[in-house]
T-cell receptor
């Protein structure tokens, strides 16, 4: 039973480029969450999605960041025109309907040069 | 602002001893609490959770205690093993929300 999958595991981008992070939830899970973790800090919520719907994006920066969870395929977190401050670990979590427990993937470590 | 915080950033215990990791939260509307273990370079791994209508829950070698009066949460690990060395995060969620609100983490180091 595969867990939450994220790719790539490591991503290096130069300032101004775009970063695309992918997340495939656990089988049977229809809820996806994205979190960001800075070094030696806890995770910070960014966005919560269900299939084809953004439910809560209160933690997403207003500019350059977007997320989607299409009917088919993985959830995508997209960061346009990356800056050095975007360097962090980005974690995806998933949960089945009507449950609070979130299961996390291994993360994508984004480095902006 | 409202926060979830941990009392100690680092905890060192000897192998075989019991470990207690503490966490304070400030929002009385929090109704769901969860502990995660994060090893270096990996994602948070679910350990145990508890709802606000309970004050204690036990798992395999772990126990979570919730004191709503003082807004305090603790994770107890029995017979700590070297494989328990990691950073432990507590997180809370409000009934009306979706996001888990994480604390900064406690680093647990198990020495032989």
């Amino acid at each position: 039973n595969a867990g939450v999958m994220q790719n790539p595991r490591h991503l290096v981008r130069r300032r101004g480029q775009e970063a695309r992070l992918r997340c495939s939830p656990m089988k049977g899970h229809s809820h996806v969450y994205w979190y960001r973790q800075l070094p030696e800090e806890g995770l910070k919520f960014m966005v919560y999605l269900q299939k084809e719907n953004i439910i809560d994006e209160s933690g997403m920066p207003k500019e350059r960041f977007s997320a989607e969870f299409p009917k088919e395929g993985p959830s995508i977190l997209r960061i346009q025109q990356v800056v050095r401050g975007d360097s962090a670990a980005y974690f995806c979590a998933s949960s089945p309907p009507i449950t609070d427990t979130q299961y996390f993937g291994p993360g994508t470590r984004l480095t902006v040069l | 602002g409202e926060s979830v915080g941990l009392h100690l950033p680092t905890l060192s215990v000897q192998e075989g001893d019991n470990s207690i990791i503490n966490c304070a939260y400030s929002n009385s509307a929090s109704d769901y609490f969860i502990w995660y273990k994060q090893e270096s370079g990996k994602g948070p791994q679910f350990i145990i959770d508890i709802r606000s209508n309970m004050d204690k829950r036990q798992g395999q070698r772990v126990t979570v205690l919730l004191n709503k009066t003082v807004k305090h949460l603790s994770l107890q690990i029995a017979a700590t093993q070297p494989g328990d060395s990691a950073v432990y995060f507590c997180a809370e969620k409000r009934n009306s929300g979706y996001a888990l609100n994480f604390g900064k983490g406690t680093s647990l180091l198990v020495t032989p």
